[in-house]
């Protein structure tokens, strides 16, 4: 089975922090994900990556940052965290080519406070 | 630009029916689609796949139809149980289905 972890499945911080959400992924996939999930607005895409060191702006990047120094893993930066930004932070992944079903982790509660 | 919508947004039914939930997407140049279940405070848990060459795909109790050319999807929910109560979310892959467009979901009660 295609597992996907994330670091916290709960996170409180303080406004202006730097925040680090990780997620890593176990069956090779190449493609890595980043969503939020914000009620009455759905799940939106923030970041993506293709390829170790590539990525991709989604539909709300501002504010986050990502990196993705290794093939399984794919960390989101939250530079200085707003209280905007509390949300359901959710990650995913899936193989380049063929169906490209995407799979996810379990989420990260933020609170920003 | 890709919308989703699902209708409705919340359903609730009796254990043992039959249901079917729907999802409706406005370009039909897509490349896959992909039903979801979340439970809450949960991720999401991928249910059916189904290529844009397909017609429908089946798991179980489940199956999932594509009519790209009308532009939509339904999840068909054989004989429901309590356990099924939870929010189905349908997404959508674009050209190479690496980026998916998502409903909003509907939640479902399944009532004992």
């Known amino acids: 089975d295609v597992k996907v972890t994330q670091s916290s499945r709960y996170l409180v911080k303080r406004t202006g922090e730097k925040v680090f959400l990780e997620c890593v992924q176990d069956m090779d996939h190449e493609n890595m994900f980043w969503y939020r999930q914000d009620p009455g607005l759905g799940l939106r895409l923030i970041y993506f990556s293709y390829d170790v060191k590539m990525k991709e702006k989604g539909d709300i990047p501002e504010g986050y940052s990502v990196s993705r120094e290794k093939k399984e893993r794919f960390s989101l930066i939250l530079e200085s965290a707003s209280t905007n930004q509390t949300s359901m932070y959710l990650c995913a992944s899936s193989k380049l080519a063929g169906a490209n079903e995407q799979f996810f982790g379990p989420g990260t509660r933020l609170t920003v406070l | 630009k890709q919308e989703v919508t699902q209708i409705p947004a919340a359903l609730s039914v009796p254990e043992g029916e039959n249901l079917v939930l729907n999802c409706s997407f406005t370009d039909s140049a897509i490349y896959n689609l992909q039903w979801f279940r979340q439970d809450p405070g949960k991720g999401l848990t991928s249910l059916l796949l189904i290529q844009s060459s397909q017609r429908e795909q089946t798991s179980g109790r489940l199956n999932a139809s594509l009519d790209k050319s009308s532009g939509r999807s339904t999840l068909y929910i054989a004989a429901s149980q309590p356990g099924d109560s939870a929010t189905y979310l349908c997404?959508?892959?674009?050209?190479?289905?690496?980026?998916?467009?998502f409903g909003e979901g509907t939640q479902l009660t399944v009532n004992p």
């Open positions: 997404a959508v892959g674009g050209d190479s289905g690496s980026r998916l467009t």
